[in-house]
DNA sequence: CCCTGATTCGC
DNA sequence: GCGAATCAGG
């Protein structure tokens, strides 16, 4: 791989967009960290914006508090013994977790944090700066930044979901 | 040990 | 110019 005017134009961005050099490394592919580094260092673009992203960066899971009854019980002013208890009728369903194997991106639709636009999936698969990861890209849900698989993970009771951690 | 960027130096 | 090896640090 050769630094083509595109690839560096691809670093500089990258790079002032404060992802390491390592992630740089991985999107444009075919060049080790140390690479990237070294280009830096020689386009004179050392010292950049503080890092936006200084480790693993993962997507925003909205909290499941939507529902209208996030404030079950109204300010109250008085006699609070009579103060009417509205309790959250909304008991989040024991959704089935999705079958991982059934999820294959296809590689026509994975991209780049570049490719992402407001209709590709933004769901990042692999580990952020190694050499095999790449956003989902499948096209989005409406108004939504997961496709749907992805938001289905995004979106699932928190009791579902931090059950891994025993690793190591 | 994982990671980060910085520097060196043979190619 | 390039980047692996190495270093110092978190």
């Known amino acids: 791989m050769n630094w083509t005017d595109e690839r560096v134009e691809l670093l500089k961005k990258l790079w002032s967009d404060g992802l390491s050099a ?3 490394a ?11 580094i ?3 260092h ?3 673009l050392s010292g950049r914006a503080k890092a936006l992203a200084p480790s693993a960066p993962r997507p925003r899971k909205p909290r499941p508090a939507s529902n209208g009854a996030v404030h079950a019980r109204p300010m109250v002013h008085g006699n609070t013994a009579l103060a009417p208890v509205i309790r959250p009728v909304i008991e ?17 639709d994975r991209c780049t944090i570049l490719d992402l636009t407001e209709f590709t999936c933004r769901w990042p698969v692999g580990e952020p700066g190694k ?31 931090d059950r891994r951690r025993a690793a190591r």
Do not use: W
């Open 26 to 36: 991985a999107e444009l592919g075919g060049v080790t960290r140390n690479a990237v």
């Open 38 to 40: 070294g280009k830096v």
């Open 42 to 44: 020689r386009l004179g």
């Open 92 to 108: 989040p369903e024991p959704e089935e977790i999705p079958d991982p194997v059934a999820n294959v991106i296809p590689m026509a």
């Open 131 to 161: 050499a095999d990861f790449f956003y989902c890209g499948s096209r989005t849900k409406t108004g939504l930044p997961y496709c749907a698989y992805h938001s289905r993970i995004a979106y699932q009771p928190v009791q579902n979901r």
């Open 22 to 24: 390592s992630q740089i």
